[in-house]
């Protein structure tokens, strides 16, 4: 089975600022990611698939990166709606699996 | 726009069965080409994915629950249902249901999630 590491478990931070979450695959997973925003009570929602590929409707601040086993998400000049729990999930390979999930703090 | 609706009981009892539902509307699962999924979250933990199944048969389930999972689509009531047998207090959490597309077959991203469900196990 294919585990996902995210670092850093919780990230403080501003308005303004730009943040980086990452996540490590245990293994090869090529760009099968997809990173997922969620906060708290509500269901998660897709920002990005395929590593690096915005979702229609999301907004042009969030970006990710990253093949093969190392992935980053990019919050760049990060809003009020931002803060909020990010996990990525792997589709390489059965089973799937998300990392544990960073939860970002405002600061 | 695809919403995603879980139901269910609230507590269940150890050793009993787990039931859930998930009604899908604004798009007839009949007509759609996808598979349905699973994800549970214990409280305060990340997310388990539990299984998939496509639309028109065929299933995907996790080997740490798949002796005790069984997924099913009613696709005339647009439906998907989730049955886990022999409960303990680990399967305490918030069910999800997801809509997961497919790249040539292979399950892949899950896009849209319902809001969830939680199912307490305890006598």
């Known amino acids: 089975d294919i585990q996902m590491t995210q670092s850093p478990s919780t990230l403080s931070a501003s308005v303004g600022d730009t943040v980086t979450i990452t996540c490590r695959a245990s293994?090869?997973?090529?760009?099968?990611l997809a990173w997922y925003q969620q906060k708290r009570g509500k269901a998660p929602k897709l920002l990005i698939y395929?590593?690096?590929s915005l979702k229609n409707g999301v907004p042009s601040r969030f970006s990710g990166s990253g093949s093969g086993t190392e992935f980053t998400l990019t919050i760049s000049s990060l809003q009020p709606d931002d803060f909020a729990t990010y996990y990525c999930?792997?589709?390489?390979?059965?089973?799937?699996?998300f990392g544990q999930g960073t939860k970002l703090e405002i600061k | 726009q695809l919403q995603l609706q879980e139901s269910g009981p609230g507590l269940v009892k150890p050793s009993e069965t787990l039931s859930l539902t998930c009604t899908v509307s604004?798009?007839?699962?009949?007509?759609?080409?996808?598979?349905w999924g699973w994800i549970r979250q214990p409280p305060g933990k990340g997310l388990e994915w539990i299984g998939s199944?496509?639309?028109?048969?065929?299933?995907y389930y996790n080997p740490s629950l798949k002796s005790r999972v069984t997924i099913s689509v009613d696709t005339s009531k647009n439906q998907f249902s989730l049955k886990l047998s022999s409960v303990t207090a680990a399967d305490t959490a918030v069910y999800h249901c997801?809509?997961?597309?497919?790249?040539?077959?292979?399950?892949?991203?899950?896009?849209?999630w319902g809001q969830g469900t939680l199912v307490t196990v305890s006598s």
């Open positions: 997801a809509r997961q597309g497919h790249i040539m077959g292979a399950p892949v991203w899950f896009d849209p």
């Open positions: 604004g798009a007839s699962m009949s007509s759609d080409d996808y598979y």
């Open positions: 199944m496509f639309s028109s048969g065929g299933s």
């Open positions: 293994q090869s997973i090529s760009g099968w």
């Open positions: 395929r590593a690096s």
């Open positions: 999930q792997q589709y390489n390979s059965y089973p799937y699996s």
